[in-house]
């Protein structure tokens, strides 16, 4: 995961994702979490999601709308 984006995720997200490397380092093969925790990850995700759907629909919109131009010679 790129640098610039693990400082973005969340709290719950970031703690996730270092449970996930810490799973990897130590070629663990099961990984537990809290139900808070498993709450807390689906909430986020949840949340995740939501915004992707209201980028879809905002740039579907702006793919369905008409640009007029009108080009006027004056006097030529």
Known sequence: ME???????????????NKI??????????LTLTAVE???IHS?????????QELARVKKEQANEVITVQVGG???
């Open 3 to 17: 640098h610039s984006l693990e400082q973005q995720l969340s709290l719950h997200l970031k703690n996730f994702n």
């Open 21 to 30: 490397k810490v799973l990897n380092q130590t070629g663990a093969k099961d």
């Open 38 to 40: 498993a709450r807390n």
């Open 44 to 52: 986020e995700i949840f949340e995740l999601l939501m915004q992707i």
């Open 74 to 76: 004056g006097k030529f």
